[in-house]
């Protein structure tokens, strides 16, 4: 499986940006899927994951300003985030796990800069 991010970018306090990620490959054998993100000097932390049948985890720093979503036919996964506050700023990372495979999929960082 790859995984393919894009989206990124420079955006003001307040504004919004959405996020893509493409998965090709053994595609069949994917259920979750998620986006992680890792600021300068912290450790990557979950930001949202939705599994295969559509149930979504968000952290707290994010709910109600973020929304993931997929798009199985296209296997897409999608972040959209609102309201986007400075410490937002970080590099965003795709991921994709297979039960079938037991194996976790990264895909390269997309650099989110929230900055006036």
């Known amino acids: 499986v790859q995984l393919q991010a894009s989206g990124g970018g420079l955006v003001q306090p307040g504004g919004s940006l959405r996020l893509s990620c493409a998965a090709s490959g053994s595609t069949f054998s994917i259920n979750t899927m998620g986006w992680y993100r890792q600021a300068p000097g912290k450790q990557r932390e979950l930001v949202a994951a939705i599994t295969g049948g559509g149930s979504t985890n968000y952290a707290d720093s994010v709910k109600g300003r973020f929304t993931i979503s997929r798009d199985n036919v296209k296997n897409t996964v999608y972040l959209q985030m609102n309201s986007l506050k400075p410490e937002d700023t970080a590099v965003y990372h795709c991921?994709?796990?297979?039960?079938?495979?037991?194996?976790?999929?990264w895909g390269k960082g997309t650099l989110v800069t929230v900055s006036s």
């Open positions: 991921k994709a796990y297979s039960p079938y495979y037991e194996m976790e999929y």
